[in-house]
T-cell receptor
Framework: QKEVEQNSGPLSVPEGAIASLNCTYS??????FFWYRQYSGKSPELIMS????GDKEDGRFTAQLNKASQYVSLLIRDSQPSDSATYLC??????????FGTGTRLKVLA | EPEVTQTPSHQVTQMGQEVILRCVPI?????FYWYRQILGQKVEFLVS????????KSEIFDDQFSVERPDGSNFTLKIRSTKLEDSAMYFC?????????????FGSGTRLTVV
């Protein structure tokens, strides 16, 4: 069974700090990795995708991938209260279906 | 920006009744999906649909579930005889290209409550 693991949190950070969210996956053959943000009662919203080892930056967000360690992370710089949400890690598991982690709830304290 | 549209936003139904959840994917997308999220739990894959047929389905997607793309624009999920445990948010999603390097666009979801 292919699994994606995330710490459910909550992860609390002060406004302006860096939030670090982590995800591990079990299928070594996974190729594509995604971070989604989900506000309570809303649908997932794509933040970033990453496919190659290393870092990928987009504005305040940086995704990091280490395939050898089967580890994906998301860094949010200059965290804002509006970043408070659940962050879902998703891995492509075959025929383009996602396998989602349970999500990490982030609280940014003003 | 193109959107995936889902209706209704909230549906309440009695146990044993049939429900149809509707989705209008983004017009040039080719791959369509249904996911569900029981309150407080992870988003779970139900079914994927491509070229007018199911390409993959999960263990959740049993004989009580079916999908259809009846007219080239709508994409529906039918649950024939609802159970209490079918209560969840149901998300439709679509994707354009054939590469795994593209994320989905999710609809806003239908909250199904079975009483």
């Amino acid at each position: 069974q292919k699994e994606v693991e995330q710490n459910s949190g909550p992860l609390s950070v002060p406004e302006g700090a860096i939030a670090s969210l982590n995800c591990t996956y079990s299928d070594r053959g996974s190729q594509s990795f995604f971070w989604y943000r989900q506000y309570s009662g809303k649908s997932p919203e794509l933040i970033m995708s990453i496919y190659s080892n290393g870092d990928k930056e987009d504005g305040r967000f940086t995704a990091q991938l280490n395939k050898a360690s089967q580890y994906v992370s998301l860094l949010i710089r200059d965290s804002q209260p509006s970043d408070s949400a659940t962050y879902l890690c998703a891995v492509i598991g075959g025929t383009y279906k996602y396998i989602f982690g349970t999500g990490t709830r982030l609280k940014v304290l003003a | 920006e193109p959107e995936v549209t889902q209706t209704p936003s909230h549906q309440v139904t009695q146990m044993g009744q049939e429900v149809i959840l509707r989705c209008v994917p983004i017009s040039n997308h080719l791959y369509f999906y249904w996911y569900r999220q029981i309150l407080g739990q992870k988003v779970e894959f139900l079914v994927s649909f491509y070229n007018n047929e199911i390409s993959e389905k999960s263990e959740i997607f049993d004989d009580q579930f079916s999908v259809e793309r009846p007219d080239g624009s709508n994409f529906t999920l039918k649950i024939r005889s609802t159970k209490l445990e079918d209560s969840a948010m149901y998300f439709c999603a679509s994707k354009d290209g054939g590469s795994t390097n593209y994320g989905y666009t999710f609809g806003s979801g239908t909250r199904l409550t079975v009483v």
